[in-house]
């Protein structure tokens, strides 16, 4: 019975990554196309990317917190500790973040001073957040086939 209580508990966090863009197609939409047909104006337009950005990353730290309760919900059912494994999703998780915001900074140059500057940014953000997320629907999951 505990199994099967410690299986719908590790379940429930994965409702929330449904709700997310889980193809390149939709986070395109999400990221990009949504604002493009929503907005009149360039700062508009900024706004727009601004916001997702914000709401993509938001869902990339709740993520995050999720699959860090996953992780500790596994290793006890396993009777470990996930000493190791926090310590590494932590540390790779620092290193993503700062080849995210390496990566979309230079995305973001790629407007050589032009009037997405700052657009490029946000956009790239939100793409690769919501990419992550969805890594870390997956990695979920494979926890709990083991």
């Not at 197609?25 to 047909?37: G, K, L, P, Q």
């Amino acid at each position: 019975m505990r199994n099967v209580f410690l299986v719908a508990l590790a379940l429930a966090p994965l409702a929330l990554v449904a709700a997310l863009p889980a193809r390149a197609a939709d986070i395109e939409s999400t990221c990009y196309t949504d604002c493009e047909s929503q907005t009149t104006s360039n700062p508009e337009y900024k706004a727009c990317l601004s916001r997702r950005a914000d709401a993509a990353d938001a869902a990339l730290n709740e993520a995050y917190g999720t699959l860090k309760s996953a992780i500790r919900r596994h290793a006890d059912v396993m009777g470990q500790k996930p000493v190791i494994q926090l310590e590494g999703l932590t540390a790779a998780q620092k290193k993503w973040i700062a080849y995210r915001d390496e990566n979309c900074t230079f995305e973001d140059e790629l407007a050589f001073g032009g009037t997405s500057i700052g657009g490029n940014y946000a956009a790239c953000l939100c793409a690769l957040s919501l990419e992550r997320v969805a890594d870390f629907a997956r990695i979920q999951r494979q926890l709990l086939s083991e």
